[in-house]
């Protein structure tokens, strides 16, 4: 199995920046392509960006584009978050996700299996 650890949430201002990172340990042989979501209070989970096993395959939500930049190391199985420019509506429980499709990281959340325990971003205005 493979356990995933966000970490680097915290509380910013608008407009400013925040990184956070997602390390997978335990099997991770396996191929997998790596996606963030957040969660705000008493809406839907919802996803932010995904990245392939390479790299070479990116998506965005419309809601983050230009703003929010995913990249991964997978020599050290960690896969990273960078957010500018955040807005208040930015605030969240921030997770991530692996599975062998970026297909179903972008577009199928409810089929995806494995999650990490989510770092909260509060961005004040």
């Known amino acids: 199995q493979v356990q995933l650890v966000e970490s680097g949430g915290g509380l910013v201002q608008a407009g400013g920046s925040l990184s956070l990172s997602c390390a997978a340990s335990?099997?991770?042989?396996?191929?997998?392509?790596m996606g963030w979501f957040r969660q705000a209070p008493g809406k839907e989970r919802e996803f932010v960006a995904a990245?392939?096993?390479?790299?070479?395959?990116?998506n965005y939500g419309e809601s983050v584009k230009g703003r929010l930049t995913i990249s991964r190391d997978n020599t050290k199985n960690t896969v990273y978050l960078q957010m500018n420019s955040l807005k208040p509506e930015d605030t969240a429980v921030y997770y991530c996700?692996?599975?062998?499709?970026?297909?179903?990281?972008?577009?199928?959340?409810?089929?995806?299996?494995?999650w990490g325990q989510g770092t909260l971003v509060t961005v004040s205005s």
């Open positions: 335990g099997r991770t042989s396996r191929n997998y392509a």
């Open positions: 996700a692996a599975d062998e499709s970026i297909g179903v990281l972008t577009s199928n959340l409810r089929y995806l299996e494995l």
């Open positions: 990245i392939s096993w390479r790299g070479g395959i990116i």
